[in-house]
Each structure stands twice: as C-alpha cells, then as structure tokens.
C-alpha cells in the first residue's frame, strides 16, 4: 500500500481512513468478538459505515486511522479513531478495534493505543477519554499502558442487543502527562 502513514511504531503503522477500507471495516465490525465491546450490536452495513465516514470523519469530527501490520506488508488489522467531543477540538473519545482474529494477542492494541495518544498530543488535543466494558480486562491493562485511568463506573449499560453490563469511563490528561514526562 502506499498510503501515508501517519504514525508508526515497532509492529503497527497507522493510516488514515480512505473509502476504500468500507468492506474491511463492515467486516470487522459485524465480527462477534468485536462486535461484542461495543454498545451498538446491530449488523453493520455497508450503508452505515458510509454515512459515518461522510458525517463524522470526512466533516472532520473524527480523525479514523487504520492500524497495519508492518511485518505483513501493511496489512490493515483493525481501526483506531478520535472523535471530537467539545466544540474547540480540546476533547476527543478514543476507540480501538482490531479486526483480524490473528492479529489479537500481539501487542498491537498496546503499540496503536501509545502511537493514537502521541498523535493526540500532536493534534494539541488536551484530554482523551474512552468507555470500556469491565470485563475487557485486556483492553483496559493496555488503556491505563498508554496513560489511561478510570474516572467513572458506569452500571448496567444496555447495549443496543439488550444485554447489559457494567462498563468503565477512563481519560488521559495529555497536557498534565505531557508536563510530567
């Protein structure tokens, strides 16, 4: 691929969202693993995802990134984004998937999670924040790696599926750790 990349660490470099990934993303999220941390369960669609890129990343109220695998050719595993959530572009929610089932378990989660909170520091964004249910213990150790801390339980979530289940909000102070580092 010869798509620029944006970041990139020791295993993963990070892209950003053209078009053209539509099919590996509709993929990745109608995957019952992934499918299963977020709170919006329904099938994902072709429909869906375009509306999102058109509304919320190519109206610039997400940076959406893809996450490749640099041994692999840059091979797209999965997604990255920050979604703008104050008006002065100060704020952002962090979310992260990795969409290939071979590609869990490689640290690739941790790396994207470090590479996504220095791109937000470059951004001048001055706090992330990100919900995260509690029995994503995984996910969440590689959250509070790259500076994460919980900030709120929230009980009984209900996700779009009906089930219900306890999540966490977490954040990252960016400037404060920027300052201490």
């Known amino acids: 691929m010869d798509e620029k990349m944006i970041k990139t660490g020791e295993q993963v470099c990070l892209r950003l969202i053209t078009g053209?990934?539509?099919?590996?993303?509709?993929?990745?999220?109608?995957?019952?693993?992934?499918?299963?941390?977020?709170?919006?369960?329904?099938?994902?669609?072709?429909?869906?995802?375009e509306n999102w890129l058109q509304t919320q990343v190519f109206a610039?109220?997400?940076?959406?990134?893809?996450?490749c695998e640099k041994d692999n050719g840059n091979?797209?595993?999965g997604?990255?984004?920050?979604?703008?959530?104050?008006?002065?572009?100060?704020?952002a929610e962090y979310g992260v998937f990795i969409g290939e089932d071979d590609a869990t378990g490689k640290g690739y989660g941790n790396e994207t999670a470090r590479l996504a909170v220095e791109y937000a520091r470059d951004l001048g964004l001055k706090r992330l924040i990100l919900r995260a249910f509690s029995y994503n213990s995984v996910a969440i150790k590689s959250y509070e790696n790259a500076g994460f801390r919980e900030y709120q339980k929230l009980p009984m979530v209900e996700c779009s599926d009906g089930i219900k289940s306890d999540m966490i909000l977490m954040e990252n102070l960016?400037?404060?750790e920027r300052a201490n580092s």
């Open 174 to 176: 960016l400037q404060t």
């Open 79 to 91: 997604s990255v984004y920050l979604k703008y959530i104050t008006e002065d572009k100060s704020e």
């Open 60 to 67: 610039g109220r997400v940076v959406q990134m893809i996450i």
């Open 75 to 77: 091979r797209p595993v």
């Open 20 to 49: 053209n990934d539509t099919d590996l993303i509709v993929k990745w999220r109608n995957n019952e693993r992934v499918r299963q941390n977020f709170v919006y369960r329904v099938p994902f669609t072709r429909e869906i995802h």
